[in-house]
């Protein structure tokens, strides 16, 4: 069965140190999404993209993040000077065109989990 | 905004016993999602509910939406230590936006 895969699954970092979180969705999903999951919180958006382009992002997602697809396949969010409190789980998904379906889903990979020291 | 909001948020119970969890969402929405999370792991995706009335059923959990009330409810059917962990519901407002969760309701079934 097809999946979103995300890599690396924990990262640890120092503080002001650039990140950069990978994930393979699922071949053919159009749409794309990362959330992250602070500790004992819930899970909170911070972006969206399709067509090669940020479709909707939350307030959280601020200059020091960006989105890309470089190549067709992954899916990457990066981190440029990273804080104590961007120390979380972060999740990418993927979904289907929506207009082929009304039984698509967001699909979540397994998460890597950002440690800043 | 859409806001979205479980309870209870935390839920002890004994095995055998049955029990509801609650979502209330505050704007209509296109699709509605149960999940399951244990302990630093990811989401487990357990129900899609996309239409009002709508019921799905997995084992010991069946889930329902009523969209007229913007509820919807996940109840579990005696209850088995295996079911122990958080579980979120996550509204879409609209098919390809944002996932919107709530707060998450940590289960302990206890033996």
């Known amino acids: 069965e097809p999946e979103v895969t995300q890599t690396p699954s924990h990262q640890v970092t120092q503080m002001g140190q650039e990140v950069i979180l990978r994930c393979v969705p699922i071949?053919?999903?159009?749409?794309f999404y990362w959330y992250r999951q602070i500790l004992g919180q819930k899970v909170e958006f911070l972006v969206s993209?399709?067509?090669?382009?940020?479709?909707?992002k939350s307030e959280i997602f601020d200059d020091q993040f960006s989105v890309e697809r470089p190549d067709g396949s992954n899916f990457t969010l990066k981190i440029r000077s990273t804080k104590l409190e961007d120390s979380a789980m972060y999740f990418c998904?993927?979904?289907?065109?929506?207009?082929?379906?009304?039984?698509?889903?967001?699909?979540f990979g397994p998460g890597t989990r950002l440690t800043v020291l | 905004e859409l806001k979205v909001e479980q309870n209870p948020l935390f839920l002890s119970m004994q095995e055998g016993k049955n029990y509801t969890i609650y979502c209330n969402y505050s704007?209509?929405?296109?699709?509605l999602y149960w999940y399951r999370q244990d302990p630093g792991k990811s989401l487990e995706s357990l129900f899609v509910?996309?239409?009002?009335?709508a019921v799905k059923q997995e084992g010991r959990l069946m889930a329902s939406l009523d969209t007229k009330a913007r509820l919807s409810t996940l109840h579990i059917t005696a209850a088995v230590h295996d079911l122990s962990a958080t579980y979120f519901c996550?509204?879409?407002?609209?098919?390809?936006?944002?996932?919107?969760f709530g707060e998450g309701t940590q289960l302990t079934v206890n033996p």
């Open positions: 998904a993927s979904e289907d065109s929506v207009i082929l379906s009304s039984y698509n889903e967001q699909f």
């Open positions: 071949s053919n999903h159009l749409y």
């Open positions: 993209f399709y067509n090669n382009e940020i479709s909707e």
């Open positions: 704007t209509t929405s296109d699709r």
């Open positions: 509910l996309l239409s009002n009335g």
């Open positions: 996550a509204v879409e407002e609209t098919s390809g936006s944002r996932l919107t």
